[in-house]
Nanobody, 120 residues
Framework: QVQLVESGGGLVQAGDSLTLSCAAS??????MGWLRQPPGKEREFVAA????????YYADSVKGRFTISRDNAKNTVYLQMNSLKPEDTAVYYC???????????????WGQGTQVTVSS
């Protein structure tokens, strides 16, 4: 069973950048990605990447600002977040699943989450 551990969250100001990391406990052929849950709202999809890294998928709300990448040698996926906005404030969860669609809807594996707070 794959375990996912996120890191890199914190408090930043609007317009700042932040990079989240997610380390998997073992090598995985799964697609991986990120979802987030803003305060008082439901969890929502953010970004996903295939095992090979040749395909990515983003929510419209982050397209052009966030970049997902992975380093399979380190079993790690990253989320580079630029031009952060207060509405990006959320708990960010790493997820893994058999496909991009699975990661965006019903991931098989979740991390514990890391808080990102963007002040205005």
């Amino acid at each position: 069973q794959v375990q996912l551990v996120e890191s890199g969250g914190g408090l930043v100001q609007a317009g700042d950048s932040l990079t989240l990391s997610c380390a998997a406990s073992q090598r995985t052929l799964y697609a991986m990605g990120w979802l987030r849950q803003p305060p008082g709202k439901e969890r929502e999809f953010v970004a996903a990447i295939t095992w090979s890294g040749d395909s990515t998928y983003y929510a419209d709300s982050v397209k052009g600002r966030f970049t997902i990448s992975r380093d399979n040698a380190k079993n790690t996926v990253y989320l580079q977040m630029n031009s952060l906005k207060p509405e990006d404030t959320a708990v960010y969860y790493c997820a893994a699943g058999p496909s991009l669609v699975a990661v965006s809807t019903t991931p098989g594996y979740w991390g514990q989450g890391t808080q990102v707070t963007v002040s205005s």
